[in-house]
């Protein structure tokens, strides 16, 4: 997708060097990064310079290449892969793209491995791209849908960003919605803050912004209040794991989006590509819950009148502050996933049906 008319990805390969776009200085500086090393990849995750699952994902098999580059061994590439993993704990996508990563590369001669790294790697963020746009085309039958119906610009909510900065490109949640306005569908787009990072405010209005797609920044309670007076006609998210009984973990607050939707009778959607399915857990207490730095509440960065990064306090000094990056919400409130194989049921069943 493009920022200021130019086509980018998130993250590429060039002369033995990783090129992200840093997301924590987003919107108000664009800023292209090099990860030279493992632990470039690793710090990355880490301070969500990437983020989002699938990113994260790529992310960490890219790690593991640069790690080849710096030291071909075993027992260095083993731990280098324990550390990625370890680097954000919630989303399956790294853990995901890591096993998959060292599938393909033990028992590999040590003149080859790197080359064998670098097509994997490459071939999962192609592979991402191409699922993301599947539930592009997915998702868009969904939207259509309600347009005829509704004969007018259809109301999309959605929190946090699972946008193509959360991806490689199109993104999961957003992908339906670019592909309907490409199609000259009129979309306007709720585009939730997401505290305490900010991620619906600093990053999916932006990237919708840069696309022309017409949306509007609310506060993360203002969703309730605008589903009651009918100015919602469909919630889509993202998500981080989706359990193999349709729970789905995603940014904290998707939860209490999907009661208000429920309540208001809102069609609820959950956009994922397959490599966010954890086929492993059916309960939700299972998944480790990422518990972040309460500074990510407790203080707030912008411009200042100088138009310089600036970050303060916002909260009292003394108060204790709890940051938890994601919660769940059970199936029996999600509509459908949409994902690169077609729509199917929040449930056991449906995801069964369709992927196996
Ligand atoms: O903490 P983040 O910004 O990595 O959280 C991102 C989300 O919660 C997204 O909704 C999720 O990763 C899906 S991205 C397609």
């Known amino acids: 997708m493009k920022i200021d008319g130019k086509s980018y990805r998130t993250i590429w390969f060039d002369n033995n060097i990783v090129k992200i776009i840093d997301q924590t200085k987003l919107p108000h500086q664009f ?24 990113l994260i994902g790529a ?3 890219y790690g593991l290449v640069l790690s080849i ?42 003149n080859e491995i790197l080359k064998i790294a670098l ?17 592009g085309l997915n998702g868009l039958k969904i939207i259509e849908k309600i347009a005829e119906k ?18 490689i490109d199109w993104g999961t949640a957003t992908s339906p919605i670019y592909h309907a306005h490409k199609k000259g569908i009129k979309v306007h787009v709720w ?44 919630c889509i998210v993202g998500t981080d794991r989706t359990l193999s009984n349709g729970d789905v973990c995603n940014k904290i607050g998707t939860y209490l989006k999907a009661l208000a939707a429920k309540d208001n009778n809102i069609p609820f959607y959950v956009a994922l590509p397959s490599s966010t399915i954890d086929w492993k857990i059916k309960d939700h207490k299972k998944i480790p819950i990422e518990e972040r730095n309460s500074e990510e509440l407790s203080h707030i960065e912008g411009l200042d009148k100088d138009n310089k ?18 919660d769940v919400t059970p199936g029996k409130y999600v509509t459908g996933l949409i994902t690169e194989k077609g729509v199917c049921d929040a449930s056991e069943q449906g995801l069964k049906e369709l992927f196996k």
């Not at 509704?150 to 991806?167: E, F, P, Q, R």
Request: hydrophobic share 40%.
């Open 69 to 110: 580059i710096e030291k071909n061994d075993l027992s260095f590439l083993k731990k280098s892969s324990e550390d990625l993993i370890a680097s954000r704990p919630t989303a399956i996508n790294l853990k995901w793209a890591i096993d998959r990563m060292m599938k393909k590369l033990l028992g590999v001669n040590s």
């Open 309 to 326: 990064l600036k970050k303060v306090l916002i909260y009292p000094q003394k108060s204790k502050v709890m940051n938890l990056a994601f």
């Open 191 to 234: 585009v939730d803050e997401t505290r305490p990072r900010n991620q619906g405010a600093n990053l999916t209005s932006y990237e919708l912004n840069e696309e022309g797609v017409p949306n509007t920044i609310i506060a993360d309670n203002t969703g309730g209040i605008l589903m009651q007076r009918g100015q919602v006609d469909m």
């Open 31 to 54: 800023i292209i990064k090099n990860l030279k090393t493992s632990k470039d990849a690793i710090n990355a995750i880490k301070t969500m310079e990437v983020r989002g699952a699938p």
């Open 119 to 135: 097509e994997e790697a490459k071939l999962i963020t192609e592979e991402d791209i191409s699922f993301c746009e599947n539930i």
């Open 150 to 167: 509704k004969k007018d610009t259809v109301n999309i909510l959605t929190h946090c960003n699972a946008g193509w900065l959360a991806t």
């Open 59 to 61: 992310t960490a098999a």
